[in-house]
RNA sequence: CCGGAGAUGGCGGAGCGGUCAAUCGCACCUGACUGUAAAUCAGGCAGCCUUAGGCUUUCGGAGGUUCGAAUCCUUCUCUCCGGA
């Protein structure tokens, strides 16, 4: 079964579990406080972020990231991998923003400054943060790149996998207490490569085996709202069944709920998306079904269960005068304390209060459909 | 009363003879968002037709010049600035 928990040093993980992303230090527009009172258990961080904002070395003269947030509960940590690649497929990023074997070396489009983040690198940075789980820098791709490319991508992979895995036996030999670490399966659309990619990186072995990239078919332009194509079922499928089942599979950015619950019928167990919090202070709420405006969803064809939500799209005229909360059917702070009415009136106006109140409810969305997973 | 400037679509504000149903911003409407460089982005925003496109009525009012006017002329109304 795929129900379980995972042991770290600020205590288990129930899985499966989603943790939303702190990605510069903060669940955006919450505090911790409040991501936990929507029943938030475990998060992730982002290792270029902190490091350029703040510095690791900063972090770890302070006691540790866990003591930095104040959040005594696990926190994972991303490699850095991923903000290199989105920055380098954004409008922001520089020409001069390059990967090679060695590393990614990038220019931060805020301040100008060159950096270069290798696999050593990257893991000393998180083993300055002191997290629960790291990972190791990775080399994403576009689904539909050149065979030659994928091919590229994914031999850099493992060893950028490798070195890390040295690095990280380097800094915790003779250290007690250490941090899981996780690897991340790449190989974009080429079933092949996911193939190859998850079989070398079995072979070095790691605690959590991560599927990397976008889990979306299609995905050419990436950020250019063309083709963003759909969940990509087959191949999370397909790349669950390549990792030894005593292993934590985790999703890396998925997903919508019912993208979570498909996963996790197919064995992946940890999961991290930005769609509650981005989607919140975009005035999109997650509500239970038969509340919204329309029904997304579906039903399982191994258990028949139906996995169907609502969308609401609180901006809409349609809301205008609805006095009810967000979902009767929820206790979170927003939907026992304001109406419709009035929160899309605070978002409609940017107002970071609005923000706070949509993102605790869809995170609280999020944590109840986990626990619905959990109770099977 | 005299002199000067100006009146443009919900608002602000371009255009100054044809490529203008009219740049752009705001507001408004709809949608998207999947390891957050996204408090972002896309589309719509005179009316009608099923799209390419077509048709009808618009740039303070009335009249005129011109093949053609938001753009030029006359006049009326109103607004602002300066002087009596």
């Not at 302070?62 to 005594?72: A, C, Q, T, V």
């Not at 990257?122 to 943060?129: D, G």
């Not at 789980?133 to 539909?144: E, F, S, Y």
Request: overall charge neutral; aromatic content about 12%.
């Amino acid at each position: 079964m795929n129900s379980n928990v995972l042991k770290t040093k600020h205590g288990e993980i129930q899985l499966p579990a989603f943790m939303p992303d702190a990605t510069y230090g903060s669940i955006r527009s919450t505090s911790f406080k409040d991501a936990y009172d929507s029943g938030v258990r475990e998060i992730v961080t982002t290792t270029l972020h902190i490091e350029q904002k703040i510095g690791s070395e900063y972090i770890k003269k302070i006691g540790g990231i866990n003591k930095f947030f104040n959040w005594e509960r696990p926190i994972l940590t991303d490699s850095g991998g991923w903000q290199v690649f989105s920055l380098i497929n954004s409008e922001k990023g520089n020409k001069k923003n390059k990967i090679s074997e060695i590393g990614c070396s990038f220019v931060d489009p805020d301040t100008g400054e060159f950096s270069l983040l290798t696999p050593e690198s990257s893991i000393q940075i998180q083993a300055n943060l002191s997290p629960d789980i790291m990972t190791v820098l990775d080399n994403p791709i576009i689904g539909k790149s050149s065979l030659a490319k994928r091919k590229e991508s994914v031999r850099i992979n493992t060893i950028w996998a490798k070195r890390a895995k040295t690095k990280f036996k380097e800094i915790y030999q003779s250290k007690e207490e250490k941090p899981l670490l996780g690897s991340v399966i790449q190989g974009g659309d080429d079933f092949v490569l996911r193939k190859q990619s998850a079989e070398e990186l079995v072979e070095i072995d790691f605690d959590l085996f991560n599927f990397g990239g976008i889990p979306l078919n299609e995905g050419t332009s990436w950020k250019n709202f063309v083709d963003k194509g759909n969940f990509y079922r087959e191949m999370l499928h397909f790349v669950s069944e390549l990792i030894p089942e005593n292993k934590i599979k985790y999703a890396m950015g998925v997903g919508q709920p019912d993208d979570i619950a498909f996963c996790y019928e197919h064995g992946w167990n940890l999961f991290d998306t930005v769609l509650p919090t981005r989607n919140a202070r975009h005035g999109y709420l997650y509500v239970n079904k038969g509340v919204g405006d329309k029904s997304k969803g579906y039903i399982s064809d191994k258990t028949n269960k139906d996995y169907f939500y609502d969308i609401m799209h609180l901006r809409t005229e349609r809301y205008k005068f609805d006095d009810k909360p967000v979902d009767e059917n929820c206790n979170c702070e927003c939907c026992s304390t304001v109406s419709r009415a009035y929160l899309r009136h605070l978002i409609r106006i940017n107002e970071p209060a609005g923000y706070r109140l949509t993102t605790i409810h869809n995170l609280r969305f999020y944590s109840n459909w986990m626990e619905e997973l959990r109770k099977g």
